[in-house]
């Protein structure tokens, strides 16, 4: 509890601001139920709870020393890049727009629009704490480089999860299928071409991002 705390009081102003727009979210689901008597999208209160998690993580890592234990922050930073993708998939939910009636398309456009953004916004925040953490041990250089290279990765996890339909802990659960499936489809076209339209498409919203990012303590 004494942790959960200290993260909240890390960036209070901005925790605020982020569970407040996760209070709209969803209220809009809720609203939608209530309007439609169906629980169709409610699925993106549990992905906005998967891009809630690497937030927690590199917030949880702001909070203490780096140097205190190697092992145990590396094994954070692989978790963190695992769930990673999560805050960006969300922006692929766009696709159940395709079953919408027209008496509530407007609605579900908010609604997806509103858990993209906030999943989005938590993708970027916590890419942007990654890179500070590192910022004064590695170059301005190899620093963007590693952020490409994880934006470009995230893109490939986006693949995994809209197009193989795997989920992040499948690492664990599901091993040897996704091994294969890795094989398979690692250096394909439309694999890579997926994993990189995706991944500068996150990449430039980071830097973007970077320009207009106000310090709120």
């Known amino acids: ?85 999560n805050s960006f998939y969300i922006i692929t939910d766009f696709v159940h727009l395709s079953l919408s009636s027209s008496y509530t398309f407007w609605y579900d456009l908010l609604l997806i629009s509103s858990y993209a953004t906030l999943g989005f916004l938590l993708g970027i925040i916590s890419l942007q704490d990654f890179e500070k953490s590192l910022s004064a041990k590695f170059s301005s250089l190899l620093l963007s480089i590693l952020v490409f290279s994880i934006s470009i990765l995230s893109g490939f ?15 664990l659960q599901n091993p040897i299928d996704l091994l294969t499936d890795l094989l398979d489809i690692f250096f394909t076209t439309k694999s890579l071409g997926f994993s990189i339209l995706f991944g500068c498409f996150i990449y430039f919203i980071f830097r973007i991002s970077n320009y207009f990012t106000i310090t709120i303590n």
């Not at 605020?16 to 969803?26: M, V």
């Not at 999860?161 to 992040?168: T, W």
């Open 1 to 85: 509890m004494q942790t959960i705390f200290q993260l909240y009081q890390s960036n209070k102003r901005l925790n605020n601001l982020l569970f407040a727009f996760g209070f709209f979210c969803l209220c809009l689901s809720l609203i939608r139920v209530k309007i439609t008597t169906s629980i169709y999208l409610m699925f993106l209160i549990w992905n906005l709870f998967l891009a809630v998690i690497p937030f927690l993580l590199t917030s949880y890592l702001k909070t203490i020393n780096p140097l205190d234990n190697k092992f145990k922050n590396g094994i954070i930073v692989l978790i963190w890049l695992l769930f990673l993708p």
């Open 157 to 171: 996890g986006i693949y995994l999860g809209r197009v193989l339909r795997y989920n992040s802990w499948d690492i």
